[in-house]
């Protein structure tokens, strides 16, 4: 069974996936994280997790092109311009 | 995904998980590569291992034995990468044991003197780190994630082996000479490590950008990185031809000789055949404890 390995290198950091390792059983499992990934207190927390538990889900279709809720849905130059021109000419 | 497309891909930056498409070519290169650093890792211990016990002191023998088991390590977690590529890591070890792949030319030569062990993890290391230093960038994600493990492991290795060095040096005239000789005994080796110079363009690993960096473009940061600092020492280099040309920045020295390096990875080095007969008789006699460990677990 593969696993695969997230670390918490400091307090208050994210959990960073590092990589996995092959183990029959949780106990093994314990050991060999413990083993690779902590063993020169380089990580202060692992999490791992049996592979075939993790849930990859990778496809994001925009299919409205919803782009009015980031901020690259935003652009401001050419209206910024436009306006800036109207109370130019309004005012001159 | 083409395979054009995938090397625009890749030279542009991009990076691969395990499940992504690949083209045939790039998997068997990532495995070909991959699973030769592996076995360098695994073979690399060897030449180190056989001076846990005639170590000078305590603190050495515990510092030795820490790098040895750090090595290994390293082999446990790039092995792992090469079975999510799908070979598994019974068969590197079979190729390895039966002469099929290769391992790192300096793993090859015997280790003559506790001199050797300074020169090994101090510049041997230091060659290691800035190939490895490189694979950081490596277009194979998984790859390059454990890198970051393994750069910070062998940069206290080189502080070891500098310690080690330093030791000796500030010591007795008889120590200092074990450590130029192992100097000699390693320069040829160490210039052959990072391969012949060809061009980086015309070289596949780089054109998939599994490496990132050109072989002479690595070599000339060793020289860079460690000539002055064997220099400073008072140590000879073996080399009449080594300098710097101060305009260009760039090391001249004598041609490698790219045919022992040739014949040394192929198996005919000093050492090779008593190194892989250790790592058989090893695998062999340990098999009992895997086969009840897994029975228990099963």
Sequence with gaps: MVWEVFRQERKG???????????????????????????????????????????????????????????????????????????????? | MQEQAFLEYVQAGGQVETGDEMPGDYRAKLIKFIEMHGNSELMGVLPEREWILRAPTLQ?????????????????????????????????LDDLISGRSKFHNVFHYPTRTWGDVGVIAWLVDAAAIISQKALLKCSYAPYARIMKKICWEESFHILHGRDVVLAMMTGLAEQRELVQEAIHRWWSPLMQFHGNPIPAEDDPMYRWRIKSQGNEEARQQFLDGYVPQILELGLEIPDPALGKDEETGVWHYTEPDWDELRHVVTGHGPRSVERLELRRVAREETAWVRDVMLAQAA
Excluded: M
């Excluded at chain 1, 690259?72 to 021109?85: F, H, I, N, V």
């Excluded at chain 2, 050495?60 to 990468?81: F, S």
């Design chain 1, 13 to 92: 950091q994210a959990f960073q996936h590092a990589g996995s390792f092959e183990a029959p059983d949780q106990t093994f499992a314990e050991t060999y994280a413990r083993e690779f990934y902590g063993r020169r207190q380089e990580s202060i927390a692992l999490w791992i997790v049996p592979r075939e538990h993790i849930e990859t889900i990778g496809d994001f279709v925009d299919e409205l092109g919803r782009n009015y809720h980031r901020v690259d849905g935003y652009s401001l130059k050419t209206k910024l311009k436009e306006a800036r021109e109207q109370v130019a000419q309004r005012s001159g």
């Design chain 2, 60 to 92: 050495r023998k515990l510092a030795l034995t820490a790098k040895v088991q750090d090595e290994v390590g390293h082999a446990q977690l790039i092995y792992r990468v090469v079975e999510d590529l799908g070979k598994p890591r019974e068969r590197c």
